[in-house]
């Protein structure tokens, strides 16, 4: 089957507005979701680092694992939804995240680090289903040119989650850190929990579907035609809008991984942990804010003219970080979180524009660039194990780099 996540499919089967409108809501409830898990890792590496006794290296397998999986099943997650549709997509991916999250508690019996990482992949697993079946969904509920903005407001919902996380596993796990590696039994059982209910919830909602073409209505020859553009047709901007999400995720989320360890450090302010956590929190609530702030901003000014400004922001931020100490070095690198507020839809839907019939595959692939938050982090972690963690964000100053070049350019080619 070839879906066609297109602004007219969606209004089509939508009917009507508030019906779009409703379907946009609940979306929203899954990007807060996914976000809430993901940014849990940010305090479950420094609660590893220290039970396990681990290097900043090997710390940072936790990410590897985590965001690996998308690499690894992003295309296995398209084709599947391509047969059971997007909301079969998002069932199944609940599912799988709850199975995931209830995987930590054997693993926290066992004390045994393999144990959680495979946890980590399997709860992974799920969220690249829901990256796939909704984030093309939420693009097609609309008109095309708005669809950066409504993204960019899936994302705020989605950096709430991010904002909440840390403080909800400062509550859970830094509270019960005594307990070493069960302190994180409860709050992943909660997931799970809340996970299999959402999942009974969408199972009974109604919602607008995208055109499903049937295979007996696509030729052989109409599907050779597809794959001869996969491979030979792909604009390319598109291989540049996958460099460029590789390495925006891969230094969003380096960034949030050392945060923690790097406001400890004593030119920092020695801070706690459970202090520390409500320092990653307004990194996260930096990200949404900018998101809400996002959807108005690129209603009027060109999206890749507003990327490429707050890439170079972020070079300058970072480039503070590195050479400061103190609450100035602090506040610069939590204020990259505003930054990154808009880059991944801007990415996103300036990527997938004109794909037609290989959005599908297209979102597949964008989806798996989203390895470089396996990838980035463990250079990072490299590089501190090597020349410290604060000389060490030099790894996500390169990435803004190519992400402010690559804006740019495709900002003044817009214009040509």
């Known amino acids: 089957m070839a879906f066609m996540p297109t602004a007219a499919t969606a209004a089509n089967n939508a009917g009507d507005a508030p019906r779009g409108h409703f379907a946009f809501l609940a979306m929203t409830s899954l990007f807060f979701i996914w976000g809430f898990v993901t940014a849990l890792n940010d305090i479950l590496i420094p609660h590893l680092k220290a039970a396990f006794d681990l290097s900043y290296t090997q710390a940072m397998l936790v990410q ?3 965001f690996g999986a998308y690499f ?7 084709r ?3 047969r059971i549709g997007f909301l079969g997509g998002i069932l199944t991916g609940l599912v799988t995240l709850a199975t995931g999250c209830l995987l930590f508690y054997p693993a926290a019996e066992l004390a045994t680090y393999p144990l959680f990482l495979t946890a980590l992949f399997v709860l992974a697993g799920g969220i690249t289903l829901l990256q796939v079946s909704a984030n093309p969904y939420v693009a097609a509920l609309g008109p095309a040119h708005t ?3 409504r993204l960019s407001l899936a994302q705020a919902v989605n950096s709430l989650g991010h904002t909440l996380a840390p403080l909800f596993g400062a509550a859970l796990i830094f509270a019960a850190a005594s307990a070493g590696a069960k302190a994180v039994q409860l709050p992943y059982l909660l997931l799970a929990g809340f996970c299999l209910v959402v999942t009974v919830i969408f199972a009974r909602l109604k919602l607008p579907t995208l055109q499903v073409e049937s295979e007996a209505t696509i030729t052989a020859s109409a599907t050779d035609s597809a794959k001869h ?3 030979q047709r792909l604009p390319l901007h598109f291989y540049g809008a996958v460099a460029a999400i590789f390495l925006y995720v891969g230094a969003e989320v380096s960034i949030g991984s050392f945060l923690i360890n790097y406001l400890a450090l004593p030119e920092l302010g020695a801070l706690s942990e459970q202090t520390a956590s409500q320092w990653v929190s307004y990194y996260w609530g930096g990200a949404m804010l900018g998101r809400f702030a996002g959807a108005v901003i690129t209603r009027y000014i060109n999206a890749l003219l507003v990327l490429a400004v707050y890439a170079v922001v972020a070079i300058a931020l970072l480039l503070l970080t590195m050479s400061q100490t103190g609450m100035l070095a602090a506040v610069a690198v939590i204020a990259i979180g505003f930054f990154n507020s808009i880059m991944f839809p801007t990415i996103f839907t300036h990527g997938i524009a004109g794909l037609g019939a290989l959005t599908s595959r297209g979102s597949g692939l964008l989806c798996q660039a989203i390895v470089g938050g396996a990838l980035i982090p463990l250079l990072q972690g490299v590089a501190a194990d090597t020349v410290g ?3 060490s964000f030099i790894v996500p100053l390169l990435a803004y780099i190519y992400i402010a070049g690559y804006a740019l350019w ?3 080619q817009s214009r040509q």
Request: with cysteine.
């Open 64 to 66: 590897l694992c985590f």
């Open 72 to 78: 690894l099943l992003s295309p296995l997650a398209g």
């Open 80 to 82: 599947l939804i391509e």
């Open 147 to 149: 669809a950066a903005s």
């Open 229 to 231: 553009a996969t491979t």
């Open 389 to 391: 963690v604060q000389q």
């Open 410 to 412: 495709h900002w003044r």
